[in-house]
């Protein structure tokens, strides 16, 4: 059967969470008062094993995934990462990339390249060290992040993204300064508005720096237009500079949803499979996988779940739905 056929609206996008630990404690991720040093990670047995993760990926390509994102947790965390990589590459023509915070990465950037890995995304919330750590609770000097990113572009890990997270009166004031750092240099920002993942990062609206804050206050140094989206589905709303020196980009999941075009489903690093990245259950492949299924049983099962979706969380967003006890993003992979 067509793979669309079983589908009905395409499954285009695959982020797979390679390990749900992290060496940074975002306060909007991962905030330390609770996943301290106390907090229980998942065994390394309930974890998807390299081979386990190929097979799915093979599956999941046939129902025609494009693309394949590493995330987690910190993917580069995960031993060996750049095997699966390798793999990975093996299967056809996939746009296989990786959203890291950038502290492993010059280091790794040269072997994941050679690995077959396409392009990066880092993470990066301000050029100032104080702010940084504000952000990110982690001690590291923001120049092993930029260090990271150089050994990325040198590898020819490229288009390179960098995401930036606002959080209302802590890192506004890095929007300025990250803007003018990344214009000309090919690489493309993108602010994310602070999102009320998890239940863990204590969120509220008034956290939220809206978009159109956001490009206003770019335009207002650096004048910008608005661009068309690439293709559909894309998250990020595209502005380029009027001087022709590239691009910025907003995900405005909170002010502006985009849930009518969501073509992405993510895979927790204990192999489950959300539709969602609020979602508060999943569906368990693993079980699938190491209870001697058949490719074929797999694929109808996702099938099955992807068909009957109805996803719309941040369509229907309110001071209830923040409530929920949903899955945490450095579980699902974000
Ligand atoms: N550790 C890697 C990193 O930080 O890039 C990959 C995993 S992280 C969960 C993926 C992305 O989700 C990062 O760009 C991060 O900034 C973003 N993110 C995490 N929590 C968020 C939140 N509450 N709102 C918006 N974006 C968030
Ligand atoms: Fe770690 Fe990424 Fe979450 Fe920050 S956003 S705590 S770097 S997983
Ligand atoms: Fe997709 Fe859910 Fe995000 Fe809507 S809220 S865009 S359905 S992941």
Known sequence: MDPLDRLGRPLHDLRISVTDRCNFRCVYC?????????FQFLPRAEILTFEEIERLVRIFAALGVKKIRLTGGEPLVRRDLERLVERLALLGDLDLTLTTNGSLLAQKAEVLASAGLRRVTVSLDSLDDATFKRMNDADFPVAKVL????AAHAAGLAPIKINMVTKRGVNESSILPMARHFKGTGMTLRFIEFMDVGSTNGWRLDDVVPAREIVAMIDSELPLEAVGPSYRGEVAARYRYRDGSGEIGVISSVTQPFCADCTRARLSADGSLYTCLFATAGTDLRAMLRGGATDDEI???????WRVRTDRYSEIRSDQTAGLHKIEMSFIGG
């Open 147 to 150: 260090a990271g990113i150089e």
């Open 299 to 305: 694929t109808t099962a996702i099938a099955n779940v």
């Open 30 to 38: 991962m905030p330390k008062e609770v996943f301290g040093k106390d």
